[in-house]
Structure formats: structure tokens, C-alpha cells
């Protein structure tokens, strides 16, 4: 097989970036300030662990603190190392600005595989990189606020939170210091999903706009449309679950570690999910063709690939044989700048990650916000909201009696009206809020300049703009 040049991660996001600048008019030189990663920490520390000392590389790096804290998820697999983490901090400062999210952009990654430690090691682990990062100041609810990415979940934002507060005992605000904890934890309701349901609401919110469909040689809604999914993780499987069990979409392939299942009549995204958790991989599962080689399923014709595993899985060595017409990035950085290049050509549209996958800093905003309140959302509202609507419900009631036959409150409509919005329904109203508005926001750029051609530019071009204006403001 032919060997391809690819740049690095973080030389990909700057191609991108780069293309996109091209379009812009900024002022001189701030397009290298905005472009460039602020700082890198790199952090080795020792962990006492089965009887020898076991040394760990982490990092943390900071892209942009043109707003702060900064914000941005740490992930633990054996591939971390300064560029990736450089290159998705980068991708966080985007995003932020797209969707809105206050923060500027930050990444932290710990080269460990995590199936290697038992769950007391882990917490070992996790807190003496928490005390390395948080004694720089570099975890701190006003500074820099990490969430969960590959291999990391809500266990280990809960022994950071912990950490944290351990080492800052009178700061109220500790629990602020990092987002996507358990919920008995200052965590919020609909973090654990946040990022998959964020797919699902980016792919709505694609469909509600017919032209856009048709640009990748689809139409219709998502009701039937063949998805295949790489990573059945925390992004994918929630991807995957709701937009088969509320959206009718048929998920055809299911790409894992060690290998992919492929059923076109559509897979059990459940049963899958549980046979991984079980044993450890999707080999084995009775009810699909089985193969070994995944990135073959990666080529498989279908409506819409869902890369939520790794970046660069999309390259210069495949992109010519991907046949999907619509590509979601929900993982960060799937599609490497020169594959990019290619599917453009193609014809095919791609849903940029920067945007896909904006739903865990969406729901993480929320939860940051919440710590610093101190109250659930919805707390003080619910009851009054319910009362209110009850007043409204009691008219109703009263007119159905006068009009006897004619007319009747459905007791469906009465159950539903009735009852306020909890935490998880408000934090899902914001979020498919904010899905939507981002998508709006980029769409305008797509079809509205003739010299950008593609979702993605067009989201840089927004992102951008807005933290070129945030410095404007600043007087930088
Ligand atoms: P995760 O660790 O929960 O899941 C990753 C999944 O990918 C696992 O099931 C793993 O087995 C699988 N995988 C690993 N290597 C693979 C390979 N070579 N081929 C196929 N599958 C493979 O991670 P996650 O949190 O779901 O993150 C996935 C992606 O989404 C990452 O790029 C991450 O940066 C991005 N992301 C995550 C969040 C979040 O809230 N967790 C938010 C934004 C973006």
C-alpha cells in the first residue's frame, strides 16, 4: 500500500484555520495570535503502585485566553502527546466561540491506557495528576475548568473535583473547578449524553433544511437513513441510541478496537453496547456479520458516517473510497486537512467537529454555571411554573363543562401542560437551543459567500470573527 505524508494533528487544525483566515480581514498579526497555542505544560510525576514507582507523562495545554477560564476535556490513551492535546485545545477555542460557551480553549491528556490500572490505581493516578495541574493553577473554577474525553468519564472529574477541594478548603466555588461529575456530585442532569445527544440535535437540525440535504445528494428526514458509527463509547453509543430509537435512523455498522459489525437491516445498538461492556469488544456478537478489518466498514456504503472514535481515521490513504455522502464528525479531528480536501471534491458534505461534537461544552457550561449558583436549575421555577399553568388548565376544565360534547380537554394535553421542566428538560432545551442557533449561524456563512464552499470554513470563519472580537474589545 502507498505510504502518505500526513502533517500532524495540530498542523491539520492549522491548514483549516489557515483556509479559512485566507477569507477574513484581520488585522496583521492577530491572526498568529489567535492561531498559536498560549502554553503547554508537561508534567511527569511518580505513582507508588504495585511495589515500584511508575513514572507518568501528562499534559495540559492552553490555546486561547481571550476569554477564561479556559475550557477543555482530559483524555487518557497511550497516543496522547503534546501535539494532539496542542491541536484539540485549539479545536476548544473554536468551539467555544461557536456555540457561545464563555471560555477560551484548553486540552489535557495523560498517556495511560486506562484498562491497564484496576479502579484504586486509577484514582491514584488521577489525583496526583489533578495535584500537579491544580498547584499551576492549571484546574480552577476562574482559570481553567477540564470535563471528560476518551477514557476519562465522570469517576475521574468526581476524584478531580475532590482533589481540588481537598487543596482549597474555603473556596466555595471548588466544585466549579471541573465539569461532567456524577450528579450526587455537583453534577448536572444530561452531561453523560450531552455530546451524543448534541449529534443528534446538529443531524435534526441538518435535516430541518432541505437544501443543505440535498447538497449531499440525500433528502427526506433521518427516519431510515443507513448510519455507520466508529467508537461505541461514550460520544458514539449515545449518538447512536437516540438517533435509531428516536429518529428512525437504521444503524447499519458498528466500528470498534477490534474490528466492526454489520447488519443492513440495522443493528441492536443496545445489545452491542452491553456485549462490549461484557467482553470487551465487538467480536463475538451473535447477531451481525463480524469483520476484523473496521476500516473496511469505514468504506461500506451509507447515508451518514459517524467517525466518534479517534482523529486522522479519515486520510489521505482512504478518503478516496469513503462513499458516504454525509460525514458528521462527532469524534474531534476524524478527518485530516488533506482528506478533507478530497471528500470536498467528492461532493460530500461534512458536519465539522468543532461544531458536532459542541454538546459536551454546551452541557458543561451549564454545569459550570450551576456550581457557581449553587442551585439546581429549575429549582426555584418548577412549582410556580406548574401553579401557573394549572390556572390555565382550570379555565379549560370550566369551558369543557359549558360546551359538554362539543368539546374536551384531552387528559394528555392536561398531564404534559401541567407539569414544569425539571433540570434534565431545561439542560436539553438549551442545548438543542444552542445546536441550532450554531448551525444557523454557519449556514448563513455557507450559502451566504460565494468563496466558501464548505460547513467547515464556514464555522472557522464564524469562530473566528468572534474571538477576533473579543480581542477587539480587549484593546489587544
Ligand atoms: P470513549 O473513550 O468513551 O470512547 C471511545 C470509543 O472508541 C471506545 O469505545 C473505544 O473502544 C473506541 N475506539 C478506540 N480506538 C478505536 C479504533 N481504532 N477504532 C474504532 N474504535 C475505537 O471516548 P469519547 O468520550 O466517546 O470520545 C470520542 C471522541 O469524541 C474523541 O475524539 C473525543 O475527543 C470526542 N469528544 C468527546 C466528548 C465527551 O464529552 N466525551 C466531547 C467532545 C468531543
Not at 445527544?197 to 433521518?222: C, I, K, N, S, W
Request: proline fraction near 3%.
Amino acid at each position: 500500500m502507498a505510504e502518505f505524508k500526513e502533517p500532524t494533528f495540530r498542523e491539520n487544525v492549522d491548514l483549516m484555520f489557515n483556509r479559512a483566515v485566507a477569507l477574513m480581514d484581520i488585522a496583521p498579526g492577530l491572526e498568529e495570535k489567535i492561531r498559536v497555542v498560549n502554553s503547554t505544560y508537561t508534567v511527569r510525576f511518580g505513582v507508588r503502585l504495585r511495589d515500584r514507582i511508575h513514572t507518568f507523562t501528562g499534559y495540559r495545554a492552553v490555546h486561547s485566553e481571550h476569554l477564561e477560564p479556559v475550557k477543555g476535556g482530559i483524555r487518557y490513551a497511550t497516543a496522547v502527546n503534546q501535539d494532539e492535546v496542542e491541536a484539540l485545545a485549539a479545536l476548544m477555542t473554536y468551539k467555544c466561540a461557536l456555540v457561545e460557551a464563555p471560555f477560551g480553549g484548553s486540552k489535557g491528556g495523560l498517556c495511560i491506557d486506562p484498562r491497564d490500572w484496576n479502579e484504586h490505581e486509577l484514582e491514584l493516578i488521577t489525583r496526583r495528576f489533578a495535584y500537579e495541574l491544580i498547584k499551576r493553577d492549571l484546574i480552577d473554577p476562574a482559570q481553567n475548568v477540564p470535563a471528560p474525553d476518551m477514557g476519562t468519564g465522570e469517576r475521574e472529574m468526581a476524584w478531580i473535583a475532590d482533589q481540588y477541594a481537598r487543596m482549597n478548603t474555603t473556596d466555595i466555588n471548588s466544585r466549579a473547578c471541573v465539569t461532567g461529575k456524577p450528579l450526587n456530585n455537583g453534577g448536572i442532569a444530561g452531561r453523560v449524553e450531552a455530546t451524543g445527544r448534541g449529534v443528534q440535535f446538529a443531524l435534526r437540525e441538518f435535516f430541518r433544511h432541505p437544501e443543505d440535504v440535498a447538497a449531499a445528494g440525500l433528502d427526506g428526514t433521518l427516519e431510515g437513513k443507513r448510519v455507520i458509527v466508529q467508537g461505541l463509547g461514550n460520544v458514539g453509543y449515545h449518538a447512536a441510541k437516540f438517533l435509531h430509537e428516536e429518529d428512525g435512523a437504521r444503524i447499519t455498522g458498528i466500528i470498534e478496537r477490534d474490528g466492526a459489525l454489520f447488519d443492513e437491516k440495522g443493528l441492536d445498538v443496545e445489545a452491542v453496547r452491553e456485549w462490549i461492556v461484557r467482553h470487551g469488544g465487538v467480536a463475538g456478537f451473535p447477531d451481525a456479520a463480524h469483520t476484523a478489518d473496521g476500516a473496511e466498514v469505514l468504506e461500506t456504503e451509507c447515508d451518514i458516517l459517524i467517525p466518534a472514535a479517534l482523529e486522522g481515521v479519515i486520510n489521505l490513504g482512504n478518503a478516496d473510497r469513503i462513499k458516504a455522502p454525509l460525514i458528521i464528525e462527532a469524534a474531534n479531528g476524524p478527518v485530516t486537512a488533506g482528506a478533507d480536501d478530497i471528500l470536498r471534491r467528492k461532493g460530500v458534505v461534512i458536519i465539522p467537529d468543532m461544531y458536532a461534537n459542541a454538546g459536551g461544552v454546551t452541557v458543561s457550561y451549564f454545569e459550570w454555571v450551576k456550581n457557581l449558583s449553587h442551585i439546581r436549575f429549575g429549582r426555584l421555577q418548577r412549582r410556580q411554573e406548574e401553579a401557573r399553568h394549572k390556572l390555565v388548565v382550570d379555565e379549560l376544565e370550566r369551558l369543557d363543562r359549558y360546551l359538554g360534547d362539543a368539546w374536551s380537554l384531552r387528559p394528555e394535553f392536561k398531564q404534559k401542560y401541567l407539569r414544569g421542566a425539571d433540570e434534565l428538560e431545561l439542560v436539553r432545551s438549551g442545548l438543542d437551543d444552542t445546536m441550532r442557533i450554531a448551525y444557523q449561524d454557519i449556514r448563513e456563512i455557507w450559502h451566504g459567500r460565494e468563496d466558501v464552499a464548505d460547513l467547515r470554513t464556514a464555522a472557522y470563519i464564524c469562530a473566528i470573527s468572534r474571538v477576533v472580537a473579543s480581542y477587539r474589545a480587549k484593546g489587544i
